[in-house]
């Protein structure tokens, strides 16, 4: 199921179908897993994007 599943009797059970409900009551929310894995990806990318960027800037140095 998603990040968010009803608990009931100190068990967790899932809903089913997607519903229209916003509420949070009774939900178990892994915020502080879900935290840690888009920091993990963040910097992971940002990481990527940095290297791709001085590898560009190297290359173009070079050409000159």
Same mark, same amino acid.
């Given at each position: !199921?998603?990040?968010?599943?009803? *608990? %009931?009797?100190?068990?967790? *059970?899932g809903i089913?179908?997607?519903?229209? %409900?916003?509420? !949070? ?7 502080a ?9 963040t ?6 994007? %940095? ?5 560009a800037v ?5 050409k *000159?």
């Amino acid at each position: !199921m998603g990040g968010f599943d009803l *608990i %009931y009797r100190n068990k967790e *059970i899932g809903i089913g179908s997607p519903t229209s %409900y916003t509420s !949070m009551l009774g939900c178990k929310n892994n915020r502080a897993d879900n935290l840690k894995k888009l920091a993990r990806t963040t910097a992971f990318r940002l990481a990527k994007e %940095y290297q791709e960027k001085n590898k560009a800037v190297t290359d173009s140095t070079k050409k *000159i």
